[in-house]
């Protein structure tokens, strides 16, 4: 028996742990106690992550569709026919009718190459992920706020706050590692304020607890800011010295009116004053927020808010403080970070500057397309004017995971061509042409970015399993065939191109990373230490920049017919789409199906009990679920989480979006309850 | 060959070696990342051995493993084919510390008190186990108030005291005894000045705990059920269900056993590590959990540690390794409870709330649902299930279903 020591592929906390290969099988993994955030431990789903690599649903050879049906076929009849079908499209119709997804799950270096392999060989900018639907928001707020879209602080830090607020996280069951942090720092004697419409388990800890209607997030913000702005609470010399638009934007908030606080959100003034003083009370707090920040039409607005807040505070560029935007995937800051993105390179380079796409061009030998690209919304949800033609879909599933899903399968149905390259014969690729079998995270080299900007290897602990390959290997033999040349001898060298054309990875080298624990980017060179928090002394983009936002309403709101709001998430023991939770045996154990959760006086307003199905209907769809009660929902207000294919949460959700990020609305839509009979 | 011998420093090396040359040797070994692993040492010159600190999991998995096919099965046509994979290796641990050696010594009770477990026993049977003696009890090690440390009086092979410049080594079992006979050109005997000195240094380290705690107190406390329902409430709070203080817990030994298909008609049947804190743990087919919520998982979990263990086998189960005490979510840990339960005051419930509490545990009733009953029932005279059943909270099927499930009737 021999360990390998990885870094954990489900969320971006980043664990490093060990896998225990026996035989060339994995039986089990170990944590690393001295990594900084593993710590000795494990999530459940860090501590069954080896739990799918061996499963038989494995995708073990490449699939191309024969009449109607997907049959066995062989690397070189499936990449031919791939090649092929890719240059005919772009013949015919140009590159911009193709699209590429790539993956949050994939390795940095997977990313990149699939990013080159869109703009260079298939000359379009139609490359997004999945970060499309999480953290877009962040990356534009926070990058018009500050200059850089990520999290601003290392987790670590957070043991040493003084005050934390978690809002729209459910910290303990989505980033279990960094809710240890906040337990650590509870125990130092920090206050923790939780803001979530559902009652979260954090909430228990609460010294401050607000629960907002969904959708209102722009409201209690700017009433906290407020109250900090009346009670003289505000950071006046961090103002004056790192921040610029302050005048405009108080001149507005000073207008805003605190009975709206209650009216619209449901959260009496009392207690956001007890929150604000709370919070702008102290030197050291810092803000954690997720999904229930982003996944709004008005997500990038209300990251301007929390941004806004923590400036008004002087909450940013000091150690323990800071905006930590946490993101979900194992690299979805690391695929964000390597230009899987319509309009930026890797290191968040501006396709449409020239200076830019020169310097890539002369490392890349070829030109660069220079308009903006689709988002992965735009690729699927617009299907009547016949945009895309061909996808390339690497490790992602929107058959599952993205909005309003009939219309997305319907879009993916509507492709002349799609290949999808995954490990399991996931919903999206029962849609494809062609599927290609990738190999898992324990049979590959490469790195990845953890949420706190840190950068770590995954490390190869056995060969692929079948005939899988690594998508690194897949994407330079299909670009091979198209008449591009991508050859490289290992990841690392792909990492030395990257450092190459991307400042922030500049340092980044695999010897670096092999010792201590990974390296936090901006690490410009090879000497550069890396940067555990972001803004020291000021801001990226020079001063911070004060906005004042406007509080704009959910797109869909309850009303008589669909009189419910429904929110949807994630669990603790699943992970996205399921593909690889659902069969890891322990993790499916925990929650085996789907389930809504209802508070218990509309159930039984409703007629609906415990455990029993019922039909959730909204505008797009229906799915039928069983019930769960719980008090942890308001009245009203709904919740789903979207793991479980059999009763897809998507099949409710819209696909109306933040016009300025493009994401879709995940946290609200409205729907009705009927009963089965 | 007398019992007591002394081993150079500098002819470890060369002992190890030679056990590694016919036996699969496994000793604590220091990374390059720093951490400290159970490793399986091919070539002894190439490890860093690192007999300071404890390493990550403990040595159960070596007997345990955390996945271990027990047969694979193939069928065809109707018939059904079965092969047995016993292991059969012959091993020496090397560097264990006494709290990992006695909880290797409670899985000798445990995994033939039953049945015989032929699969730990075939392992543990051709394992020799050498401890070495903590003379530096590290922060969080509170084997002493477990009575499984800091040195042992019986069940080594072997045991090491480090001397400086040198090991005290105690011979225990016969296979210790094989080892040093075969090659006893490496050790020397003890001189009185050692065995004094060995005296003082078992001595100091008794003294050296920075964690006592009392595990009597809390295990009466237990067992008479005087244990605040708001500590556990607390606790299932705090617990988030990561399975890890199963996971490292040299004592737990719960698994899960499930057939694994390999392709159409191969499959393997496989045993894993299993931890009582998760759901699925107590969910029974059907899906109904006597267990339903964290705080009553967190009880069994602490009542199986210490009161059960007690009860069934004279002492709590819990070695005193302190690896989960650093590791929790929520800041869960044995040291903590233990003291928290000693200091709260004792608050004897009485014994007519049996049937109340399996109904709360099972999640059939409220607290103030029980409460409520009770507060009737002091007038009525019925039987508290039957003033359950009158008052609409339960039916009659609910009482029977929980008290079955409690007796273990399926
Ligand atoms: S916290 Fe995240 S990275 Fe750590 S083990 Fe769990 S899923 Fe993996
Ligand atoms: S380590 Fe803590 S959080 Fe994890 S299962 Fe045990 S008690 Fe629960
Ligand atoms: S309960 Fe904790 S301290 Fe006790 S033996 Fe298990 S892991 Fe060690």
Redesign the interface.
């Not at chain 1, 999530?43 to 049906?69: A, M």
């Not at chain 1, 501006?350 to 992965?376: C, H, Y």
């Not at chain 2, 005290?168 to 090659?183: A, Q, S, T, Y």
């Given at each position: 028996m021999h360990r390998v020591l990885t870094t954990c592929c489900f969320c971006a906390c980043g664990c490093n742990l060990y896998l225990e290969v026996e035989a060339g099988k994995i039986i089990g993994v170990i944590p690393s106690r001295e990594h900084p955030v593993a710590r000795g431990n494990l999530c459940l789903k860090g501590w069954n992550s080896f739990g799918f690599v061996h499963h038989k649903d494995r995708l073990q050879y490449p699939l191309i569709r024969r009449k109607k049906h997907l049959v066995e076929a062989n690397w070189e009849e499936a990449l031919d026919l791939v090649a092929k079908r890719l240059l005919e499209i772009k013949e015919r119709h140009g590159g911009r009718s193709l699209g590429v997804f790539s993956s949050a799950k994939c390795t940095n270096e997977e990313n990149y190459l699939l990013m080159k392999f869109a703009r260079a060989a298939l000359k379009t900018n139609n490359v997004d992920h999945c970060a499309r639907l999480c953290h877009s928001p962040s990356v534009i707020g926070l990058n018009n706020a500050f200059g850089s879209g990520a999290m601003t602080n290392s987790i670590s830090e957070l043991a040493n706050a003084e005050v934390i607020l978690v809002t729209g996280s459910n910290t303990t069951e989505q980033h279990p590692q960094i809710a240890r942090f906040i337990f650590d720092a509870l125990a130092k004697g920090a206050k923790l304020i939780v803001v979530d419409p559902r009652r979260i388990p954090l909430s228990r800890f609460a010294h401050v607890y607000l629960q907002p209607r969904l959708g209102t997030d722009v409201i209690w913000l700017n009433g906290m800011m407020k109250i900090i702005l009346d009670e003289g609470l505000l950071d006046e010399t961090f103002i004056k010295m790192r921040t610029e638009n302050f005048r405009a934007f108080t001149e507005i908030l000073r207008k805003f009116d605190l009975k709206q606080v209650e009216a619209v959100s449901g959260i009496s003034v009392e207690d956001l004053e007890r929150a604000a003083r709370m919070y702008a009370g102290v030197k050291r707090a810092a803000i954690i927020y997720s999904m229930g920040i982003t996944q709004h039409v008005s997500g990038t607005d209300n990251v301007q808010s929390i941004a806004n807040l923590a400036m008004l505070t002087g909450h940013v560029e000091r150690e323990f403080t800071g905006v930590g935007p946490l993101r979900g995937q194992n690299n979805v800051q690391g695929a964000c970070d390597m230009g899987a993105l319509p309009g930026t390179l890797s290191g968040y380079q501006d396709i449409a500057s020239e200076e830019i796409r020169k310097k890539f061009e002369r490392v890349w030998k070829t030109d660069l397309p220079s308009d903006r690209g689709l988002t992965g919304i735009d690729m699927l949800h617009s299907v009547g004017d016949k945009k895309i033609q061909g996808m390339f879909i690497m490790g992602e599933n929107p058959a599952l995971s993205h909005p309003d899903l009939k219309a997305t399968r319907a879009a993916l149905e509507d492709l002349e061509f799609l290949v999808v390259s995954d490990i399991f014969l996931t919903e999206t690729a029962e849609f494809a042409d062609v599927v290609l079998p990738a190999a898992s995270f324990a049979e590959k080299d490469g790195t990845v970015t953890s949420t706190e900007r840190r950068i770590q290897r995954i490390r190869r602990a056995i060969p692929p399993v079948g005939e899988s390959k690594p998508d690194q290997q897949i994407i330079c033999e299909l670009a091979s065939r198209m008449n591009y040349s991508m050859h490289y001898e290992s990841s690392a060298e792909v990492m030395e191109e990257i450092a190459m054309l991307t400042p922030i990875y500049g340092g980044v080298y695999y010897d670096r990373l092999d010792k201590g624990w990974g390296l936090f980017w901006p690490c410009t060179n090879p000497d550069h230490p890396g940067t555990p928090f972001l803004h020291k002394g000021s801001f990226a983009r020079g001063k911070g920049r004060f906005e004042y936002v406007v509080y704009r309403p959910p797109a869909e709101m309850p009303d008589d017919t669909y009189p419910f709001y429904l929110t949807t998430g994630r669990i603790y023991p699943h992970w996205h789409t399921g593909s690889m939770s659902r069969r890891i045996a322990a993790l499916s154990r925990e929650r085996p199906e789907a389930f809504v959760e209802i508070n218990p006086k509309d159930a039984k307003r409703l007629g609906v009990a415990n455990n029993k199905p019922v039909r959730v209907i909204s505008r797009r769809g229906e799915i039928t679920v069983k019930v769960r009660l719980t008090d942890d929902v308001p009245e009203n207000t709904i919740f789903i989480p979207f793991h479980f294919r059999e009763a897809p949460a998507n099949i409710l959700t819209h696909d109306k979006c933040d016009p300025g990020a493009d994401i879709p609305e995940f946290k609200v839509c409205a729907v009705r309850l009927e009963r089965v009979q | 060959m007398p019992d007591e011998l002394i081993l150079n420093k500098e002819h470890l090396t060369g002992f190890l070696r030679k056990i590694a040359n016919e036996r699969e040797l496994i000793a604590p070994v220091k990374?390059q990342?720093?951490?400290?692993?159970f490793?399986?040492v091919s070539c002894v010159d190439d490890v860093s051995l690192d007999l300071e600190s404890r390493p990550?999991?403990p040595p159960k998995?070596f007997f345990l493993?955390?996945?271990?096919i027990l047969f694979n099965y193939r069928h065809e046509g109707k018939e059904y084919r079965f092969e047995e994979a016993l292991p059969d290796i012959s091993r020496v641990l090397f560097g264990l510390r006494s709290c990992d050696l006695w909880a290797i010594l409670f899985f000798d009770v445990v995994f033939q008190e039953n049945f015989k477990d032929r699969y730990y026993l075939n392992r543990r049977s051709n394992t020799i186990l050498i401890n070495i003696g903590c003379h530096k009890p590290m922060q969080n090690c509170f084997c002493k108030s477990a009575q499984s440390g800091p040195f042992l009086a019986y069940g080594y092979d072997l045991q090491f005291t480090d001397m400086g410049d040198r090991f005290f080594v105690e011979i225990g079992r016969p296979g210790g005894r094989e080892l040093v006979e075969k090659w006893d050109y490496f050790f020397e005997p003890v001189t009185q000045k050692d065995r004094n000195e060995q005296y003082e240094i078992v001595l100091e380290a008794e003294s050296g705990f920075e964690r006592i705690v009392d595990f009597d107190t809390a295990v009466s406390r237990f067992i008479n059920d005087e244990v605040d329902e708001a500590l556990w409430e607390e606790l299932g709070?705090?617990c988030?269900?990561?399975?890890?203080c199963a996971?490292?817990c040299p004592t737990c030994y719960c698994f899960?056993i499930?057939d694994?298909?390999?392709?159409d008609s191969k499959g393997e049947r496989v045993r894993?590590h299993?931890a009582c804190t998760?759901?699925?743990f107590t969910?029974l087919a059907g899906?109904y959990n006597p267990r339903h919520e964290r705080r009553r998982r967190i009880r069994r979990r602490f009542y199986h540690k210490l009161a059960f263990a007690k009860e069934r086998y004279h002492r709590p189960s819990c070695v005193g390794c302190g690896?989960c005490v650093?590791?929790?979510?929520?800041?869960i840990d044995m040291i903590h409870f233990i003291r928290t339960v000693c200091e709260q005051p004792g608050k004897a419930m009485k014994a007519s709330l049996r049937l109340g509490e399996i109904l709360l545990d099972a999640g059939l009733i409220s607290k103030e649902e029980l409460k409520a009953a009770l507060e009737k029932q002091a007038d009525t005279g019925k039987p508290i299930g039957a003033q359950l059943i009158e008052d609409g909270v339960i039916t009659k099927e609910d009482v029977a279903r929980a008290l079955g499930i409690q007796l273990g009737i399926p």
């Amino acid at each position: 028996m021999h360990r390998v020591l990885t870094t954990c592929c489900f969320c971006a906390c980043g664990c490093n742990l060990y896998l225990e290969v026996e035989a060339g099988k994995i039986i089990g993994v170990i944590p690393s106690r001295e990594h900084p955030v593993a710590r000795g431990n494990l999530c459940l789903k860090g501590w069954n992550s080896f739990g799918f690599v061996h499963h038989k649903d494995r995708l073990q050879y490449p699939l191309i569709r024969r009449k109607k049906h997907l049959v066995e076929a062989n690397w070189e009849e499936a990449l031919d026919l791939v090649a092929k079908r890719l240059l005919e499209i772009k013949e015919r119709h140009g590159g911009r009718s193709l699209g590429v997804f790539s993956s949050a799950k994939c390795t940095n270096e997977e990313n990149y190459l699939l990013m080159k392999f869109a703009r260079a060989a298939l000359k379009t900018n139609n490359v997004d992920h999945c970060a499309r639907l999480c953290h877009s928001p962040s990356v534009i707020g926070l990058n018009n706020a500050f200059g850089s879209g990520a999290m601003t602080n290392s987790i670590s830090e957070l043991a040493n706050a003084e005050v934390i607020l978690v809002t729209g996280s459910n910290t303990t069951e989505q980033h279990p590692q960094i809710a240890r942090f906040i337990f650590d720092a509870l125990a130092k004697g920090a206050k923790l304020i939780v803001v979530d419409p559902r009652r979260i388990p954090l909430s228990r800890f609460a010294h401050v607890y607000l629960q907002p209607r969904l959708g209102t997030d722009v409201i209690w913000l700017n009433g906290m800011m407020k109250i900090i702005l009346d009670e003289g609470l505000l950071d006046e010399t961090f103002i004056k010295m790192r921040t610029e638009n302050f005048r405009a934007f108080t001149e507005i908030l000073r207008k805003f009116d605190l009975k709206q606080v209650e009216a619209v959100s449901g959260i009496s003034v009392e207690d956001l004053e007890r929150a604000a003083r709370m919070y702008a009370g102290v030197k050291r707090a810092a803000i954690i927020y997720s999904m229930g920040i982003t996944q709004h039409v008005s997500g990038t607005d209300n990251v301007q808010s929390i941004a806004n807040l923590a400036m008004l505070t002087g909450h940013v560029e000091r150690e323990f403080t800071g905006v930590g935007p946490l993101r979900g995937q194992n690299n979805v800051q690391g695929a964000c970070d390597m230009g899987a993105l319509p309009g930026t390179l890797s290191g968040y380079q501006d396709i449409a500057s020239e200076e830019i796409r020169k310097k890539f061009e002369r490392v890349w030998k070829t030109d660069l397309p220079s308009d903006r690209g689709l988002t992965g919304i735009d690729m699927l949800h617009s299907v009547g004017d016949k945009k895309i033609q061909g996808m390339f879909i690497m490790g992602e599933n929107p058959a599952l995971s993205h909005p309003d899903l009939k219309a997305t399968r319907a879009a993916l149905e509507d492709l002349e061509f799609l290949v999808v390259s995954d490990i399991f014969l996931t919903e999206t690729a029962e849609f494809a042409d062609v599927v290609l079998p990738a190999a898992s995270f324990a049979e590959k080299d490469g790195t990845v970015t953890s949420t706190e900007r840190r950068i770590q290897r995954i490390r190869r602990a056995i060969p692929p399993v079948g005939e899988s390959k690594p998508d690194q290997q897949i994407i330079c033999e299909l670009a091979s065939r198209m008449n591009y040349s991508m050859h490289y001898e290992s990841s690392a060298e792909v990492m030395e191109e990257i450092a190459m054309l991307t400042p922030i990875y500049g340092g980044v080298y695999y010897d670096r990373l092999d010792k201590g624990w990974g390296l936090f980017w901006p690490c410009t060179n090879p000497d550069h230490p890396g940067t555990p928090f972001l803004h020291k002394g000021s801001f990226a983009r020079g001063k911070g920049r004060f906005e004042y936002v406007v509080y704009r309403p959910p797109a869909e709101m309850p009303d008589d017919t669909y009189p419910f709001y429904l929110t949807t998430g994630r669990i603790y023991p699943h992970w996205h789409t399921g593909s690889m939770s659902r069969r890891i045996a322990a993790l499916s154990r925990e929650r085996p199906e789907a389930f809504v959760e209802i508070n218990p006086k509309d159930a039984k307003r409703l007629g609906v009990a415990n455990n029993k199905p019922v039909r959730v209907i909204s505008r797009r769809g229906e799915i039928t679920v069983k019930v769960r009660l719980t008090d942890d929902v308001p009245e009203n207000t709904i919740f789903i989480p979207f793991h479980f294919r059999e009763a897809p949460a998507n099949i409710l959700t819209h696909d109306k979006c933040d016009p300025g990020a493009d994401i879709p609305e995940f946290k609200v839509c409205a729907v009705r309850l009927e009963r089965v009979q | 060959m007398p019992d007591e011998l002394i081993l150079n420093k500098e002819h470890l090396t060369g002992f190890l070696r030679k056990i590694a040359n016919e036996r699969e040797l496994i000793a604590p070994v220091k990374n390059q990342y720093g951490d400290t692993l159970f490793e399986i040492v091919s070539c002894v010159d190439d490890v860093s051995l690192d007999l300071e600190s404890r390493p990550v999991v403990p040595p159960k998995n070596f007997f345990l493993p955390r996945t271990e096919i027990l047969f694979n099965y193939r069928h065809e046509g109707k018939e059904y084919r079965f092969e047995e994979a016993l292991p059969d290796i012959s091993r020496v641990l090397f560097g264990l510390r006494s709290c990992d050696l006695w909880a290797i010594l409670f899985f000798d009770v445990v995994f033939q008190e039953n049945f015989k477990d032929r699969y730990y026993l075939n392992r543990r049977s051709n394992t020799i186990l050498i401890n070495i003696g903590c003379h530096k009890p590290m922060q969080n090690c509170f084997c002493k108030s477990a009575q499984s440390g800091p040195f042992l009086a019986y069940g080594y092979d072997l045991q090491f005291t480090d001397m400086g410049d040198r090991f005290f080594v105690e011979i225990g079992r016969p296979g210790g005894r094989e080892l040093v006979e075969k090659w006893d050109y490496f050790f020397e005997p003890v001189t009185q000045k050692d065995r004094n000195e060995q005296y003082e240094i078992v001595l100091e380290a008794e003294s050296g705990f920075e964690r006592i705690v009392d595990f009597d107190t809390a295990v009466s406390r237990f067992i008479n059920d005087e244990v605040d329902e708001a500590l556990w409430e607390e606790l299932g709070n705090r617990c988030q269900g990561c399975g890890g203080c199963a996971y490292v817990c040299p004592t737990c030994y719960c698994f899960d056993i499930a057939d694994r298909p390999v392709s159409d008609s191969k499959g393997e049947r496989v045993r894993t590590h299993d931890a009582c804190t998760l759901a699925g743990f107590t969910r029974l087919a059907g899906g109904y959990n006597p267990r339903h919520e964290r705080r009553r998982r967190i009880r069994r979990r602490f009542y199986h540690k210490l009161a059960f263990a007690k009860e069934r086998y004279h002492r709590p189960s819990c070695v005193g390794c302190g690896r989960c005490v650093e590791i929790c979510f929520g800041r869960i840990d044995m040291i903590h409870f233990i003291r928290t339960v000693c200091e709260q005051p004792g608050k004897a419930m009485k014994a007519s709330l049996r049937l109340g509490e399996i109904l709360l545990d099972a999640g059939l009733i409220s607290k103030e649902e029980l409460k409520a009953a009770l507060e009737k029932q002091a007038d009525t005279g019925k039987p508290i299930g039957a003033q359950l059943i009158e008052d609409g909270v339960i039916t009659k099927e609910d009482v029977a279903r929980a008290l079955g499930i409690q007796l273990g009737i399926p």
